[in-house]
């Protein structure tokens, strides 16, 4: 039998160690408009938008900030999706390694933030990957499924409310191999979460199904790695 009170006291205890702080949300907004200054000022026709655990604030200590680069033209008759996708963030990558280059030779215009690492990751989802201030960004072109999974979190969050239960049972999925090690099973973390505090399995009837079933779309939506 579950002691649901101690249960719950260890795992706001928990929660309070690796949910996000103010100081690192700050540190991620100041990144997040460095990009955007760069994006505005050198590729006019590219819009950036953040997206990802950053936004839901329901990343790790070492998740990444994922950014989506959108087009503010109409470029589909011109050129396919794969072709606009590679030009854009070729264009991205251009301008991170001049920033580099322009942080070294000393003409900078904001020596606040340190570019490093970048690389193009030629994978199924194509994007750029640099650390900016130790901070790992993952920039991804029109990526407009971020953005859909977001919104699903922040609705489910808000109809499920209780001081962004649902947010906080993200961060113990994500830390659930973490906890194994733990005298605290993930299963129990689960059934506290989703079942007693929310009652999450009877709401998540309709239309998503079974509540396991909503529950590994809720995970898939989070995102394994990974303003307001």
């Given at each position: 039998?579950?002691?649901?009170?101690?249960?719950?006291?260890?795992?706001?205890v928990f929660v309070?160690?690796i949910?996000p702080?103010?100081?690192?949300n700050?540190?991620?907004?100041?990144?997040?408009e460095?990009f955007?200054?760069?994006?505005?000022?050198?590729c006019k026709?590219?819009?950036?938008?953040?997206t990802?655990?950053?936004?839901?604030?329901?990343?790790?200590?070492?998740?990444?900030?994922?950014?989506?680069?959108?087009?503010?033209?109409n470029q589909?008759?011109?050129?396919?999706q794969?072709?606009?996708?590679?030009?854009?963030?070729?264009?991205?990558?251009?301008?991170?390694?001049?920033?580099?280059?322009?942080k070294?030779?000393?003409?900078?215009?904001?020596?606040?933030?340190?570019?490093?690492?970048?690389?193009f990751?030629?994978?199924?989802?194509k994007l750029?990957?640099?650390?900016?201030?130790?901070i790992g960004v993952?920039?991804?072109?029109?990526?407009?499924s971020?953005i859909?999974?977001?919104?699903?979190?922040?609705?489910?969050?808000?109809?499920?409310?209780?001081?962004?239960?649902?947010?906080?049972?993200?961060?113990?999925?994500?830390v659930?191999?973490?906890?194994?090690?733990?005298?605290?099973?993930?299963?129990?973390l689960?059934?506290?979460v989703?079942e007693?505090?929310c009652?999450?399995?009877?709401?998540?009837?309709?239309?998503w199904?079974?509540?396991?079933?909503?529950?590994?779309?809720c995970?898939?939506?989070?995102?394994?790695v990974s303003?307001?």
């Open positions: 039998m579950v002691d649901f009170q101690s249960l719950e006291e260890e795992v706001s309070q160690l949910q702080t103010k100081q690192s700050d540190a991620r907004t100041k990144v997040y460095y955007k200054g760069l994006v505005d000022q050198r026709d590219l819009l950036i938008l953040p990802g655990s950053s936004c839901s604030r329901t990343y790790l200590p070492d998740g990444d900030l994922d950014l989506i680069v959108v087009s503010r033209n589909s008759e011109e050129l396919s794969p072709q606009q996708q590679l030009l854009s963030l070729g264009r991205l990558f251009s301008v991170l390694t001049e920033e580099i280059s322009m070294e030779n000393g003409v900078v215009e904001n020596n606040r933030f340190t570019i490093r690492n970048v690389e990751v030629n994978a199924r989802t750029l990957h640099c650390r900016v201030n130790n993952d920039i991804t072109f029109h990526q407009i971020g859909v999974a977001l919104y699903f979190i922040e609705k489910v969050n808000k109809i499920v409310g209780r001081a962004n239960l649902f947010k906080r049972g993200l961060l113990l999925v994500k659930s191999y973490f906890l194994s090690s733990r005298r605290i099973s993930a299963d129990a689960i059934e506290l989703f007693r505090k009652d999450l399995w009877r709401w998540t009837g309709y239309p199904g079974e509540g396991g079933h909503a529950f590994v779309l995970y898939q939506c989070a995102g394994d303003l307001q």
